[in-house]
């Protein structure tokens, strides 16, 4: 289960997971809301500040949103976040002593870096002026609109700024990267500390621990981040009408697709899809989970309190993705390319059941048999996998997210083509190394096989699908969100049954080997 971070206990694993609750403490000065009301009850500060200190500085910061903790890399140096002092604050004298204090609270030397976002990110006027002409260009209306777009397409889509401001975020989270790892300084970022702060942060805490991305890490930062945090959902999507029009912004938006480039540019090092991604986008605008559909957890407790004495409310949320889908369905958020990079295939021994190595491990054996006595034994063959990314920002890396955008495109749709066609083939590819590694494993050892292990993907030999599922669907570039219709029986395309056939998934291979 994902911890919503109402509790004190869910702080206090997190920095011990960090292994830095030495220099940093979890706080309960906001007990009850009672110092600012977009901050969680509970979050982390450095040690030596006081809870009484606490309290003066907040009143100078708007909000209350003081500097707090949301990271620490493993050699010590942290990162935090903070909004602008209040302009008629006179007392810059605690935002000196707040950074002075965390410096004590690391490992660095140098005095930390304060890195003002309103100069080197959009804002949120920026957001949604580019978001409203990306909907534009995506969305037309007919075909000969679609056909007019598309003579002039990467020129129209360069003048909706959209993969500009993608760009700059990726851009300033390498920046930070660069000054916590190679410099070793502490950063504190800096802005109204709800929004763009919530986008920098959570993708540096992407790129530097290999938790966050796997499904159960990138819950938890979301959790932690944006809805703990207070990043003001309901408010930047207009849920309830407002005439507050400048504050509309999907925000979320570009973490998602920040995250998406990523995922694009390591496509093995993260757990969940795209689809995954396109999905959690989705959750946001259903009104259904308590997640995302408040500004802060005082508001979400009030309203939960208040709806309770009218009428039994229990909003569910949004992690619980088995209110929402099957078990089968939910394979879809699995990455093939990371299942098999931390594939480790159960083995049936004298002494029960056992994990087999991941790949990496089974290749240097494979390759030690044909060097015997040609290299010394405790030196690796294969380097291992860097724990830390570095996003690419150039123009040439970042791309458009089709799938999110273009899925309801019909003109737009590859038919056999695109990301999803990609995924299929993976899909196929792990099982057929699965379906060797086992096999080899079973004839060194000479045992009986009786069950295949299985690989959690939706194209898998566990995962049968019904022969009428498979021989209506197409595979196009929307998928799994283009519609299963017989009217795309007239495709120049064959159906899904027709990829699957004399694979792995199809036939077992049980009897050709034994």
């Known amino acids: 289960s994902v911890p919503e971070f109402t509790q004190r206990s869910d702080w206090d694993q997190e920095i011990k997971r960090l292994n830095c609750n030495l220099g940093w403490r979890v706080t309960d000065v906001n007990t009850n809301f009672v110092m600012s009301t977009s901050l969680p009850e509970y979050f982390i500060v450095p040690s030596q500040c006081l809870n009484n200190d606490l309290e003066q500085v907040a009143a100078q910061f708007p909000g209350g949103r003081l500097p707090v903790w949301c990271f620490t890399y493993k050699n010590g140096i942290s990162l935090c976040r903070m909004s602008q002092l209040q302009q008629e604050s006179e007392f810059k004298i605690y935002e000196v002593r707040m950074i002075s204090a965390i410096k004590q609270s690391g490992t660095s030397k140098n005095e930390p ?50 993969l500009i401001i993608i760009a700059k975020c990726l851009q300033t989270t390498d920046e930070v990267i660069k000054l916590m790892v190679k410099k070793q300084t502490d950063v504190v970022l800096k802005e109204k500390s709800l929004d763009i702060s919530c986008v920098i942060s959570s993708l540096v805490q992407i790129c530097l621990d290999p938790f966050f991305r796997t499904m159960n890490g990138f819950q938890q930062l979301i959790q932690r981040e944006w809805v703990a945090m207070g990043h003001p959902f309901q408010l930047r999507h207009k849920f309830v009408a407002s005439n507050e029009m400048e504050q509309v912004a999907p925000v979320f938006l570009i973490f998602l697709d920040c995250v998406w480039q990523l995922m694009n540019q390591f496509p093995s090092y993260f757990a969940f899809t795209e689809t995954y991604l396109t999905t959690l986008w989705d959750s946001v605008h259903l009104g ?140 196929l590819l792990v099982e057929e190394i699965i379906y060797l590694q086992d096999t080899v494993l079973r004839l060194e050892k000479k045992q009986s096989r009786k069950m295949r292990p299985k690989s959690d993907l939706i194209f898998s030999y566990d995962e049968p699908q019904s022969p009428s599922f498979l021989d209506s669907t197409f595979l196009t570039s929307s998928f799994p969100f283009s519609p299963t219709a017989s009217s795309k029986s007239s495709m120049n395309c064959p159906p899904l049954s027709s990829y699957l056939q004399y694979s792995t998934i199809e036939y077992d291979y049980t009897d050709a080997v034994e």
């Open 113 to 162: 870096e304060i890195i003002d976002l309103s100069r080197c990110c959009p804002t949120i006027r920026d957001i949604q002026q580019s978001y409203e002409k990306l909907k534009e260009l995506c969305m037309t209306v007919s075909l000969k609109e679609f056909e007019i777009n598309d003579l002039s397409w990467y020129g129209n889509l360069e003048s909706t700024q959209w």
């Open 288 to 427: 259904l989970f308590k997640t995302f559909l408040f500004d802060n957890l005082h508001q979400q407790r009030k309203f939960l309190r208040e709806g309770r004495k009218l009428r039994h409310i229990n909003l569910p949320s949004v992690w619980n993705w088995s209110t929402q889908f099957n078990d089968s369905d939910m394979k879809l958020f699995n990455n093939p390319l990371y299942n098999i990079k931390t594939l480790s295939i159960p083995v049936e021994g004298q002494n029960g059941v056992t994990l087999a190595p991941p790949e990496s491990v089974l290749r240097d054996n494979i390759y030690r048999r044909q060097l015997h006595g040609l290299y010394k034994a405790d030196i690796p063959l294969f380097a291992k996998t860097e724990e830390t990314i570095r996003p690419q920002y150039t123009a040439a890396m970042i791309k458009l997210w089709n799938q999110c955008y273009l899925r309801w495109n019909v003109p737009a749709e590859i038919i056999g083509g695109g990301n999803p066609s990609q995924y299929l083939q993976q899909c």
